[in-house]
């Protein structure tokens, strides 16, 4: 059990904004720990597991130790059975579907009329049940990349010497892209193909484009089932399909004025939506191509054939893993919502509530909302044996007397080093973009600097002329959308957002893994 001693050698493995305990207490040793033991049959798990939920931010703690070599146990058993990488995505992706079918379920489900009981019931099947087994299976995948990038420099050290061999002309920055980008859909790219078919057929309908292009937003909503029923009919089913994909752990989701908006500008700049699709599939058929095509020109042994295959699906599963947990955020959220309700506490109060506390707190004619306030800050430490739960100045005092941090000494480079996620050289403007609030700074042609990218900065990206990151390997979020923009990408520096500063000029070569400081 959790005692008085001081615990060393912990780092943040990420701060994850808007993430509240209700989501996050799930970095819990008795979930994942034993998970890793019963499923996976590793015997070097993370170890002691460290939460911080500050405000409305969690800070992901862990021992760099125990993590490291849970880490190495999982890239060994890669590299000796690659086949294993195959059963666990499949496993990925089988309860990541699971998860999204409950989510439905559960969106369609009314809730006023509910017993108290049915409410504790669903907290619990989606907590312990849903989320816990798609996200702690999709571990392995994530921590085969930590902090050395293991599997990634494998993968790369391999094609190196493929390429020096026979004098290979093509870069090993874009050999690598072609061989690890999947041609499976995200729920991303299956919004803008849903998008454009709306469009498509939106076009073919004169009046209804007249409507779009000159009326308000109100007049729209109001007219638009007058002239053309059935597309109405699409559109809200666009809508609903795709609504939440934003909402990350706390929301908001879009609204039907988003996706109105979308289909306006589409119109108004003349975009064809045809030539759009055609795009698309070939995008995807080039890819598949270049993937053939590099596989037999550099003559990759079977082994490695897998393991690129490995990484190719885990690039996949990890956002269809997210995207899974988004979509469950969304359609708990109204659970958590009827029951503050019921409660007469804020839905910030009730996303304090750890999930093994909900039935009790439902049951409690009066549940002890103060704790709840005091929560604003919070720790949650797990080992083997148990688990503790601090709140307020406590935890304050627990952090800076019993818990020391990895420092890590730094000097300013005239250039780093990271991964290649997506080929390409620019030169740019740094702007570091590690949360909503930095959005506004960031302007287009900027190279958007983060500690780790997500969806909830999209917009940011969309700016990007490049994208480099702190952490990361082949399938980080950074690494999926940059290919998707086709901007190019260096992930894993470890030291970009220490080291830059808004308004530093740089050049990435992300071919070669390469940033420069150009002037600061």
């Known amino acids: 059990m959790i005692n008085n001693n001081t615990y060393k050698g912990f780092v943040v493995l990420e701060r994850i904004p808007k993430a509240p305990a209700y989501i996050f207490s799930l970095a819990d040793s008795s979930f994942v720990n034993t998970f890793f033991i019963e499923k996976f049959k590793i015997k070097n798990v993370p170890g002691v597991h460290l939460n ?67 409410l504790i019931k669903i907290s619990n099947t989606w907590f312990f049940k849903y989320f816990h087994d798609s996200w702690v299976t999709g571990w392995p995948a994530v921590l085969i990349d930590f902090e050395k990038n293991l599997f990634s420099n494998h993968l790369l050290n391999y094609l190196k010497q493929k390429v020096k061999k026979i ?15 999947p041609v499976e859909e995200t729920f991303a790219q299956m919004e803008t193909i849903s998008l454009f078919n709306l469009l498509e057929k939106i076009k073919k309908d ?13 007049e729209i909503v109001n007219k ?11 559109f809200l089913l666009h809508y609903k399909n795709y609504c939440w994909m934003p909402f990350m752990y706390t929301g908001p989701a879009w609204g039907r004025e988003y996706f109105l908006d979308s289909i306006i500008h589409l119109l108004k700049q003349d975009i064809n939506p045809t030539q759009e699709l055609s795009q698309i599939a070939k995008r995807k058929k080039q890819v598949q191509e270049l ?23 885990f690039v996949f599963s990890k956002s269809y893993r997210k995207d899974a947990m988004y979509h469950g955020c969304y359609a ?42 005091i929560r604003k800050y919070a720790v949650q430490m797990s080992d083997k044996d ?16 019993k818990v020391q941090f990895v420092e890590q000494k730094l000097e300013t480079p005239k250039e780093f080093l990271g991964d290649c996620a997506s080929v390409g050289n620019v030169r740019g403007t740094v702007k570091i973009v590690n949360s909503p609030e930095d959005i506004n700074k960031m302007e287009k042609g900027n190279v958007l600097v983060s500690y780790a990218t997500s969806p909830d900065i999209m917009p940011a990206i969309k700016k990007a002329v490049a994208i480099v990151t702190d952490l990361g390997g082949i399938i980080c979020h950074a690494a999926i959308v940059s290919r998707e923009l086709r901007i190019p990408c260096v992930v894993g520096t470890k030291i970009a957002t220490k080291v830059l500063k808004d308004g530093d000029v740089v050049e990435v070569d992300a071919t070669h893994g390469i940033v420069r400081i150009i002037n600061n």
């Open 52 to 118: 911080i939920y500050d405000g409305e931010d969690f800070l992901f703690c862990y021992n760099l130790d125990s993590l490291r070599g849970c880490t190495e146990e999982f890239f060994d058993k890669l590299i000796a059975n690659p086949k294993w990488g195959i059963e666990l995505d499949d496993l990925i992706i089988k309860k990541a579907k699971e998860f999204i079918e409950y989510s439905k379920e559960l969106e369609n489900r009314e809730l006023e009329n509910l017993e108290d009981e049915e």
């Open 167 to 181: 004098n290979y002309q093509i870069s090993v920055g874009d050999i690598f892209s072609a061989l690890t980008t």
């Open 206 to 218: 004169k009046k209804l484009v007249i409507l779009l292009k000159d009326g308000s937003v109100g």
């Open 224 to 234: 638009w089932t007058e002239v053309n029923k059935d597309l109405w009919q699409d």
């Open 291 to 313: 993937h053939n095509k590099y596989i037999k020109e550099l003559d990759i042994h079977e082994q490695h054939q897998v393991l690129f295959d490995v990484a190719r699906r």
């Open 332 to 373: 708990i959220d109204k659970v958590l919502r009827e029951i503050s309700k019921r409660k007469y506490i804020t839905i910030g109060q009730i996303r304090r509530v750890y999930p093994w506390e909900i039935e009790e707190f439902v049951k409690n004619d009066k549940p002890n909302v103060e704790v709840l306030n």
């Open 386 to 401: 148990g688990r503790i739960t601090i709140e307020g100045e406590e935890a304050r005092n627990f952090i800076q007397d």
